[in-house]
């Protein structure tokens, strides 16, 4: 549901829990692999990747969300690398509700299915909206001591975990991974990579590495 723009531009006053919400989040972490039993399926991340937290929350009133959060970083706890691994579903009570990613997004095929993916330089610098999840994942940062980069370039990848046909719309359960870098890391600036708030030319090279780095980092599998 996160917005790319907002994820890392991607400290934790968590939304009292909705009826039916269990505090646990659903998924289990052991090393760098997150398993979802109810969902049958298991998102696989580098060696390198360390788990920093986990959290279970109801997202704005309408959906029961968790995030399990991992980073590699620097000797002085810098952030290199995020990992940012959301399981997502609206409640009941809001059966009108349904997810749209065919708008906006690129279709991409991961782990044999279809996954959709948009990617941006950020700035992680502006203001957190209250109990959202990106709050929840910044504040697992904070308390981990992790310095997150004023500036970051994301991959956003979406699975609808009800939409077998592929269509990106009408679906109610999504597995959303998010894969950031510290921006320093591409030898650029927000500035030299964006105009009026868009990227432009010079981000096309480095987004196609990004991509790669982000897809190949992530292994989904299924049972």
């Known amino acids: 549901m996160t917005n790319i723009l907002a994820a890392l531009a991607i400290a934790a006053l968590a939304v009292p829990a909705a009826a039916g919400v269990p505090a646990e989040p659903a998924a289990t972490v052991a ?4 398993t979802h039993p109810q969902e049958r399926l ?24 968790e995030v399990h959060v991992f980073v590699e970083a620097d000797a002085d706890k810098r952030m ?27 279709p991409v095929a991961l782990g044999g299915v279809t996954t959709w993916l948009r990617s941006n330089p950020v700035s992680t610098t502006g203001p957190t909206r209250a109990g959202s999840d990106r709050e929840h994942v910044f504040g697992i ?3 981990a ?9 994301n991959v956003r ?5 009800d939409d077998r046909a592929g269509t990106g719309k009408g679906a109610r359960r999504e597995l959303m ?6 921006l320093a890391l591409s030898g650029k600036t927000l500035a030299e990579l964006t105009a009026d708030g868009k990227p432009n030319a010079a981000w096309a090279p480095i987004e196609q590495g990004l991509i790669r780095r982000a897809t190949g980092s992530v292994s989904i599998e299924r049972n």
């Open 157 to 161: 990848m979406v699975q609808l975990l």
């Open 177 to 182: 991974v998010i894969y950031s870098e510290h």
């Open 31 to 34: 090393g760098n692999l997150v």
């Open 80 to 106: 290199r690398r995020l990992w940012w691994v959301q399981f997502e579903s609206y409640l009941p009570s809001k059966p009108e509700l349904s997810y749209n990613y065919a708008d906006g997004n690129r």
């Open 141 to 143: 940062l904070r308390r």
């Open 42 to 65: 298991a998102v696989r991340l580098p060696r390198s990747a360390t788990h920093l937290g986990s959290e279970r929350f109801t997202l704005y009133g309408v959906a029961d969300a």
């Open 145 to 153: 001591g992790i310095a997150i980069p004023a500036e970051a370039m």
